[in-house]
């Protein structure tokens, strides 16, 4: 298998680092960064670039007030409260990975027989295109190309789009650049998938554009 179709391109890991994803497309990243420690650790070099040009730039201002309320925070030893998201499942009890607490999870809603999605609403981006997607066994998802980038992060099962054989814990990375897309399921297994887009997909299908507007992708 061609290892560089099972990750984030070094682009997608720079923008994630610099805060440029979407937080749909940025949630997908996080997931396949907690449980790939090749990419965690390229992240770690991003994010060391980027605070060696930050220590080029000139200070910045800060006000006497927000100053004097920094101090005061220190002075009292005060830790700021977070509340720990619970933890999220699907809608049949699916435990999904850490990265994805916080995360509201729609029902399971009907495409075919064989193809179910679920909506993810992302914390503050309600509005992303983001889904989990379940593809029976041997079924494959409508073919599609791309007008912007397509993260998708295999939970369980697996599945081939002609390019490589994907397994959990993979992501794939789609774009303008890869004219036809028809993921298919392998193995006995269905499969589950989290993925999100920047743009609507082209779909190539009747069924996919008839469900299209349904599931925002």
Do not use: N
């Not at 680092?17 to 749909?24: E, Q, V």
């Not at 997908?28 to 992240?43: D, E």
């Amino acid at each position: 298998m061609t290892d560089a179709f099972r990750h984030p391109s070094d682009e997608t890991l720079q923008r994630y680092a610099s805060g440029g994803l979407r937080p749909g497309l940025a949630l997908v990243v996080r997931v396949h960064l907690g449980g790939c420690p090749s990419c965690r650790a390229a992240l770690r070099r991003f994010d060391a670039v980027g605070g060696a040009l930050l220590d080029e730039l000139p200070p910045a201002r800060i006000s006497p007030v927000l100053l004097e309320k920094i101090f005061a925070r220190i002075d009292s030893g005060e830790a700021p409260q977070e509340a720990r998201p619970a933890p999220v499942f699907t809608a049949d009890g699916f435990a999904l990975p850490a990265a994805m607490a916080g995360c509201r999870i729609g029902p399971w809603r009907f495409v075919h027989p064989k193809l179910r999605w679920a909506r993810v609403e992302v914390p503050g981006a309600e509005a992303d295109r983001v889904i989990l997607l379940k593809i029976a066994a041997g079924f494959a998802a409508p073919a599609h190309s791309h007008r912007g980038l397509e993260l998708t992060q295999v939970l369980a099962g697996g599945f081939t789009d002609g390019r490589a054989q994907y397994e959990p814990g993979d992501l794939i990375e789609a774009d303008e650049s890869l004219a036809d897309h028809e993921p298919r399921v392998t193995g006995d297994e269905d499969c589950l998938c989290l993925a999100a887009v920047e743009k609507p997909l082209r779909i190539h299908s009747l069924l996919g554009r008839l469900f299209q507007p349904l599931m925002g992708i």
